[in-house]
């Protein structure tokens, strides 16, 4: 069967649905290859170790096919050049790294990005840290992270391109683009790897590692959502979660890598684990020992393994108990060998830095500082504080953000030069439109820091300033893999800080740079604006005096909803209605709640008592230096048959006196469902960039493949019925039509 199915590829290409097209030129090589192979050879390509010290011999017998975090390029061409020219196959070795967001060009951490809306501007970014990465040797990254994640306690947040199927979608594709270039065989292209798969960011509790429970209609529907996108957009890897999904760890999940990713998505490349996730399953009690952790995740479509060794331990004893076969040992190591030729291995498996551009370089730096720019989110603008005159005669810099060139870069910066880090002290220094005093006050040491003894200080420099600029947040240790926290307020004695400072009744900028929705309800009071920046990377610096000083319009908006406290968490724009929607009419808050009150069916709807319903900010939301008016909504139709397109627009007109940018959003509620339906779903966005008084008109199109999702059958499909659509700024505003699609 094996050989005939060869034989039809040799003769009829077969087409990958999404995917690149399988060649069969070289399925022929892999299938020859494949032939030669020892099963210790098979093995070894499917075996990943970490560096490449000590693993010289290893590569030259053959039983290592990937080394990760190795990024010295003479160590990485001399392993190659052992591997194809002192190995027995001539196979060459895959290198993977985590290029999160950029290597050593420093972008915003991934959340930041996805701030900025900005597909185009996010592939130019993995582009550039893809470069940098395979001038060094680095072929393969551990990106995109396109985990879903509504819980700000999780701390890798911070790496998810937020809560949105959708947005997360459409920037995760834009990221395998941007890493993959349009050819893998480019000789700065890196296989991508789309991760975790999957359910990763509905850990329990935001815990990480924790227990995911996710029916099978919300895993389709949205946890799989950019997985799918990357699938269809030949994403070259795919890497396991360390979770288990309804007591199955994604390890040993063959409902993921088998049904959905091959059955139904035809994935052609392969599926590494994550970091030990195979022997974890004996801690998940999902697996007796190493041997049958590897039994279960060979069996369940699992390929290469990261950092331990079952597979070389054990495979050999599982085939001949009959535990695993030899099919799905070759098919693990034809999906390997397919990826590595497509990179071009085989004829290019060596790197010459001297045949790439400078990293760091002035055009990487200027991408860097632009996504920096369009990573902020404006909170909250009272009075207008910003953008601050550039005749201001001085100011105040206060706080631990505001000039460490290590915190701001944010978690998975593994190979960043932290002096080529640009800080807002430094680029106020810099900035030559302003010559207001600088009155700097580090104040705390770190975010989490508890010493009071310079707030005189920092005060002192309040009162005799014109403005106050307050670089707060988290130090990027307290956000990334295994940082979760129950509270997520501002770490240390910042809240005290900032009460202090609000003492002198000088205007105050707050700037947040974390890896996470910080909770400030205790301040927000406090202080005159906010910038969210997240960690904003190498060019936060520049990027936030621009826009500190008007050079350039906030445009950023929140790919994640902000919330009030930690309590009302898991919370996100997405919701279910419920059966009690909440009603601010009949909402009764806490403290209003009269002594003594019987208990009463009235004003029984889903709230809190003491927080309300709403977030602080919605999903989506982000102020500008102007006003945007929307106007002329428009369908193309109000009934619509399910073959038919549906097509919404609106106009929007900038009524203020500077140029910005207003990212409109699309959103839709299916009324009535087979299953219940969200109030809120994101169908489409645009940029718009409008001088004063310009208007544009932004046309949407809508069609059924828009409008379906999996019903209790677990089908998918679009339902006749009626439906909200709104035209808007955000999740929560904008001009509503309504329109119905009729057999
Ligand atoms: C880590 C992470 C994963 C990363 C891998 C290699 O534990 O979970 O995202 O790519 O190990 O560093």
């Given at each position: 069967m094996h050989k005939f199915i060869l034989l039809l590829l040799s003769v009829f290409p077969l087409v990958v649905f999404g995917g690149p097209l399988m060649n069969p030129q070289t399925e022929g090589k892999i299938a020859r290859l494949i032939q030669?192979?020892?099963?210790?050879?098979?093995?070894?390509?499917?075996?990943?170790?970490?560096?490449?010290?000590?693993?010289?011999?290893?590569?030259?017998?053959?039983?290592?096919?990937?080394?990760?975090?190795?990024?010295?390029?003479?160590?990485?061409?001399?392993?190659?050049?052992?591997?194809?020219?002192?190995?027995?196959?001539?196979?060459?070795?895959?290198?993977?790294?985590?290029?999160?967001?950029?290597?050593r060009t420093v972008f915003p951490i991934p959340l930041g990005l996805a701030a900025s809306w900005n597909p185009e501007l996010i592939k130019q970014g993995t582009r550039i840290a893809a470069i940098e990465a395979a001038s060094v040797g680095v072929r393969w990254t551990f990106a995109p992270m396109m985990d879903i994640c509504r819980d700000p306690r999780w701390g890798r947040i911070a790496e998810t391109l937020g809560e949105d199927q959708y947005l997360a979608s459409v920037l995760a594709v834009a990221m395998v683009e941007g890493f993959q270039s349009d050819d893998l065989s480019n000789k700065d292209a890196l296989a991508a790897c789309a991760k975790h798969f999957a359910g990763y960011g509905a850990a329990e509790g935001g815990r990480d590692y924790n227990t995911t429970s996710i029916p099978e209609q919300?895993?389709?529907?949205?946890?799989?959502?950019?997985?799918?996108?990357?699938?269809?957009?030949?994403?070259a890897t795919f890497m396991v979660a360390f979770n288990e999904i309804n007591g199955v760890p994604a390890s040993g999940n063959s409902f993921l890598l088998k049904q959905i990713l091959r059955d139904e998505w035809n994935f052609d490349g392969f599926v590494v684990s994550d970091w030990a996730s195979i022997t974890q399953m004996i801690n998940h009690g999902y697996c007796r020992d190493d041997k049958h952790a590897a039994e279960r995740s060979l069996n369940a479509g699992l390929e290469m393994e990261m950092a331990t060794s079952t597979f070389i331990d054990h495979i050999k004893n599982l085939l001949d108990e009959q535990k695993i076969t030899m099919q799905t040992?070759?098919?693990?190591?034809?999906?390997?060998?397919?990826?590595?030729?497509?990179?071009?291995?085989?004829?290019?498996?060596?790197?010459?830095?001297?045949?790439?551009?400078?990293?760091?370089?002035?055009?990487?730096l200027a991408a860097a500082k632009e996504s920096a720019i369009q990573s902020v989110v404006m909170l909250k603008n009272d009075n207008q504080v910003l953008p601050l005159s550039k005749e201001i005669k001085s100011i105040a810099v206060i706080g631990p953000m505001a000039d460490d060139q290590f915190e701001q870069l944010?978690?998975?910066?593994?190979?960043?030069?932290?002096?080529?880090?640009?800080?807002?002290?430094?680029?106020?220094k810099k900035f030559d439109k302003s010559s207001a005093k600088i009155n700097y006050v580090q104040t705390l040491e770190?975010?989490?820091?508890?010493?009071?003894?310079?707030?005189?200080?920092?005060?002192?420099?309040?009162?005799?300033?014109?403005?106050?600029?307050?670089?707060?947040?988290?130090?990027?240790?307290?956000?990334?893999?295994?940082?979760?926290?129950?509270?997520?307020?501002?770490?240390?004695?910042?809240?005290?800080?900032?009460?202090?400072?609000?003492?002198?009744?000088?205007?105050?900028?707050?700037?947040?740079?974390?890896?996470?929705?910080?909770?400030?309800?205790?301040?927000?009071?406090?202080?005159?604006?906010?910038?969210?920046?997240?960690?904003?990377?190498?060019?936060?610096?520049?990027?936030?005096?621009?826009?500190?000083?008007?050079?350039?319009?906030?445009?950023g908006k929140l790919p994640v909803t902000y919330p009030k406290v930690v309590g009302q968490i898991p919370l996100y724009y997405n919701y279910k209605n419920t059966g009690r929607p909440f009603d601010p009419k009949t909402y009764v808050p806490m403290d209003s709640i009269p002594v003594r009150a019987w208990q009463t069916s009235l004003g029984n709807e889903?709230?809190?008592?003491?927080?309300?319903?709403?977030?602080?900010?919605?999903?989506?939301?982000?102020?500008?230096?102007?006003?945007?008016?929307?106007?002329?909504?428009?369908?193309?139709?109000?009934?619509?048959?399910?073959?038919?397109?549906?097509?919404?627009?609106?106009?929007?007109?900038?009524?203020?006196?500077?140029?910005?940018?207003?990212?409109?959003?699309?959103?839709?509620?299916?009324?009535?469902?087979?299953?219940?339906?969200?109030v809120r779903e994101l169908k489409g966005f645009?940029?718009?960039?409008?001088?004063?008084?310009?208007?544009?008109?932004?046309?949407?199109?809508?069609?059924?493949?828009?409008?379906?999702?999996?019903?209790?059958?677990?089908?998918?499909?679009?339902?006749?019925?009626?439906?909200?659509?709104?035209?808007?700024?955000?999740?929560?505003?904008?001009?509503?039509?309504?329109?119905?699609?009729?057999?």
């Open positions: 030669q192979m020892t099963l210790e050879e098979k093995i070894g390509q499917m075996t990943q170790r970490n560096g490449a010290d000590g693993h010289e011999d290893q590569i030259r017998d053959g039983l290592i096919g990937s080394i990760l975090n190795e990024i010295d390029t003479d160590k990485l061409n001399n392993i190659q050049r052992i591997a194809m020219k002192e190995s027995r196959m001539g196979i060459p070795l895959i290198i993977g790294r985590d290029v999160i967001h950029g290597f919300l895993m389709r529907d949205v946890y799989l959502k950019p997985f799918k996108a990357c699938t269809d957009a030949g994403v040992i070759d098919d693990a190591v034809r999906n390997i060998l397919r990826i590595k030729f497509r990179l071009g291995l085989f004829e290019n498996p060596y790197t010459d830095p001297a045949d790439f551009p400078e990293l760091v370089n002035a055009e990487h944010g978690t998975w910066t593994y190979d960043k030069n932290i002096e080529d880090t640009q800080t807002p002290l430094m680029a106020l770190y975010s989490r820091a508890k010493d009071k003894k310079d707030f005189q200080k920092a005060v002192e420099a309040a009162e005799k300033s014109d403005a106050v600029l307050m670089f707060m947040g988290e130090e990027s240790i307290l956000s990334g893999e295994a940082h979760c926290r129950a509270n997520i307020d501002l770490p240390g004695i910042q809240e005290d800080l900032i009460h202090e400072i609000s003492k002198t009744g000088k205007p105050i900028v707050l700037v947040i740079m974390a890896g996470r929705p910080i909770t400030i309800g205790n301040i927000i009071d406090k202080v005159d604006a906010i910038l969210f920046s997240l960690h904003p990377g190498t060019m936060g610096g520049p990027a936030l005096v621009d826009l500190i000083f008007g050079e350039v319009s906030p445009s889903t709230h809190y008592i003491d927080a309300g319903h709403k977030p602080l900010y919605p999903f989506g939301y982000g102020l500008s230096y102007t006003t945007f008016e929307y106007s002329d909504l428009k369908l193309s139709s109000n009934k619509i048959k399910l073959v038919e397109k549906l097509q919404v627009s609106a106009k929007i007109t900038n009524t203020g006196e500077v140029a910005a940018t207003e990212i409109v959003q699309l959103y839709i509620r299916d009324l009535v469902g087979d299953i219940t339906r969200p645009e940029r718009l960039q409008l001088n004063p008084g310009e208007s544009k008109t932004v046309t949407f199109e809508l069609c059924k493949d828009d409008l379906d999702f999996h019903n209790q059958k677990m089908q998918l499909v679009t339902e006749p019925g009626k439906f909200h659509v709104w035209i808007g700024p955000s999740s929560t505003e904008g001009l509503q039509g309504e329109f119905e699609i009729v057999q």
